[in-house]
């Protein structure tokens, strides 16, 4: 009887390490156009879902998400959410211990729209362009005149 409830238990493992493996993610890859030299660039206030691809294909939902600093970056089942200026190195990780890690610079807004009359202008730190605006002043509607 102790030599069956052996076996079986054996079995059992062979098994269930088995399946696990088949099923394993063997590799993650961040496949975001937006990614260059391992680094993506947001703006405070940005949610943007971040491309992934695992091997085998389709097991992406089985990715957990952290992030070396939550005040800077937090992400969850593949969105990334910039909180505040500032650099943080975000981990993806499977089930089975491979991960991925991506650098996230997360900067300030300086400009985010301007709006005059039927035009509107938007403006992002590092976007280098010349325009010529004019401006009209409305009188101060502070003082009695």
Request: a negative charge; hydrophobic letters at 35%.
């Amino acid at each position: 009887m102790r030599k069956f409830f052996v076996l079986l238990c054996t079995a059992v493992s062979l098994l269930t390490a088995v399946s696990c493996t088949k099923d394993a993610v063997t590799k993650i890859t961040i496949t975001d156009y937006r990614v260059h030299d391992g680094e993506i660039d947001l703006y405070v206030g940005d949610v943007t879902y971040l491309e992934i691809e695992t091997t085998p294909a389709g097991k992406a939902a089985l990715l957990s998400y952290s992030s070396s600093d939550d005040d800077v970056v937090r992400s969850s089942e593949g969105y990334i959410m910039a909180h505040g200026p500032g650099y943080a190195t975000l981990t993806i990780s499977s089930t089975n211990g491979k991960k991925a890690t991506l650098g996230v610079n997360v900067y300030k807004r300086m400009v985010s729209k301007w709006t005059s009359g039927a035009s509107s202008l938007e403006i992002a730190p590092g976007y280098t362009k010349s325009f010529q605006i004019s401006v009209t002043s409305a009188p101060d509607m502070t003082e009695d005149n």
